[in-house]
């Protein structure tokens, strides 16, 4: 087990632990949150055929050059309609937005731009071929559009629908165990006795889990007994295909996750220098990858998106531009002092926001790791190099998270 190593490393090993990969057809209906299992090309030309982008007139712009043309109306071109006028040379046919393009018209008048009176209409604007869409403009049939390990949110459902797909081959989500320790902890909605506390992070991490596009089973509170955590370990281990536990892996009497671990599982790794979230521990129970994640709820977030959610989004085979991911990185101008960490790389809670020349980041709560109104009131984390603070006006490294 190597221990005290950089983020970096603690990647590169924990990249040995794989998770089955399998694959599911699902509805077009059902595929948001997915992720792509093959890449998808378009079916169709889009557009599909010339068509306006405003209502007005269809109209050939060499006849309306001048001030004020008067043109005889032909006919109507409608969203959804195939018989089209001819637009001869004086003619001009009514079109309204998605309509095909007539025949003979290669311009588009607004209608804002026009007078009709009876069977003609004046023309009084521009007439102009840039409010036409062309066929195959946005989508070109059998070009390859998204790639594998593309995540599914909204533009995509749209665009997969507008490819003329119903269906598409997913990856199957992962299941990931969430397990909290601590013989402190109890649920939220019971009163709390001397030296309990409301367990939390595994809502925290289980919405993380389910942001990656994976699904998250909880297996609530396990007490620091070895036995108890032992047995919890086996179950995650045969029905999850990894397990992530917060708790317990500090230097502590009764950091059970980490003895057991040392004692009967395999593990890669242990503390990572990172601030907040130094103790994480990785490695393997039963087969199947463990992360023990440290106790603190803004270590455990952290170390989540830091290692947890790289790692997750490179078992998963997703893409590294289209799939999911917590956080991206910027570089933001400091407007205060913001200390660094010994030995560490320091992800300090910023607030990330757009100013005059670039991003600047602003700090707003205390930053202790067992504040989690830290993570609500910031969007982002410091990635100040170990030993090296920050001062203001420094444009530094930093994680934007989604
Ligand atoms: P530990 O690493 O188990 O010593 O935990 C470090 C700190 O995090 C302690 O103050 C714990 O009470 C707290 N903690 C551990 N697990 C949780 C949890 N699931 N929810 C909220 N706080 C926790
Ligand atoms: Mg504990």
Request: glycine residues 10%; hydrophobic residues 35%.
């Amino acid at each position: 087990m190597e221990t005290s190593i950089s983020l970096e490393r603690a990647l590169a090993l924990a990249g040995s632990l794989n998770i089955p990969r399998h694959t599911e057809t699902i509805p077009l209906s059902e595929l948001s949150g997915r992720i792509l299992a093959s890449p998808l090309s378009s079916k169709v030309d889009d557009p599909a055929f010339d068509n306006s982008a405003m209502d007005g007139w269809a109209v050939r712009a060499a006849d309306c050059t001048k001030e004020e043309t008067t043109l005889q109306i032909v006919g109507t071109s409608r969203a959804g309609n195939d018989q089209l006028p001819e637009v001869s040379t004086g003619h001009a046919s009514r079109i309204m937005t998605g309509a095909p393009v007539p025949p003979g018209a290669d311009a588009i008048v607004m209608v804002e731009d026009s007078a009709e009176e009876g069977e003609i209409v004046r023309i009084l604007g521009p007439a102009r071929p840039g409010y036409i869409r062309k066929q195959g403009e946005n989508l070109r049939q059998g070009q390859q559009i998204l790639p594998t390990g593309t995540l599914i949110g909204p533009a995509e459902a749209s665009l997969i629908a507008t490819m003329g797909h119903h269906e598409a081959e997913t990856i199957s989500k992962p299941t990931i165990a969430v397990i909290s320790t601590g013989d402190e902890l109890i649920q939220p909605g019971t009163e709390l006795s001397p030296g309990q506390i409301y367990e939390s992070n595994s809502y925290g991490i289980a919405s993380l889990v389910e942001k990656m596009g994976a699904t998250a089973k909880r297996y609530g509170v396990v007490h620091d007994n070895t036995e108890g955590l032992r047995t919890t370990l086996n179950e995650a281990a045969e029905s999850c295909d990894a397990i992530l536990t917060s708790g317990g892996v500090s230097m502590g009497e009764w950091d059970l996750v980490r003895r057991l671990m040392e004692d009967e599982g395999e593990a890669l790794f242990w503390k990572v220098l990172i601030r907040p979230g130094g103790p994480p521990l990785c490695g393997s129970w039963k087969g199947t990858p463990l992360f023990g994640l440290p106790g603190n709820p803004v270590s455990s977030h952290v170390v989540f998106i830091s290692l947890v959610a790289p790692w997750l989004a490179q078992s998963m085979g997703t893409d590294p531009e289209m799939g999911p991911r917590l956080a991206d990185r910027v570089r933001v101008r400091l407007t205060e002092d913001i200390k660094g960490a010994p030995k560490k790389l320091c992800m300090r809670r910023i607030r990330i926001e757009p100013g005059e020349d670039g991003l600047v980041a602003t700090v707003h709560t205390h930053q202790g790791s067992g504040n989690i109104h830290s993570m609500v009131a910031h969007n982002g984390l410091t990635l100040l190099p170990p030993d090296t603070g920050g001062k203001a006006g420094d444009i530094i490294d930093a994680l934007w998270c989604r």
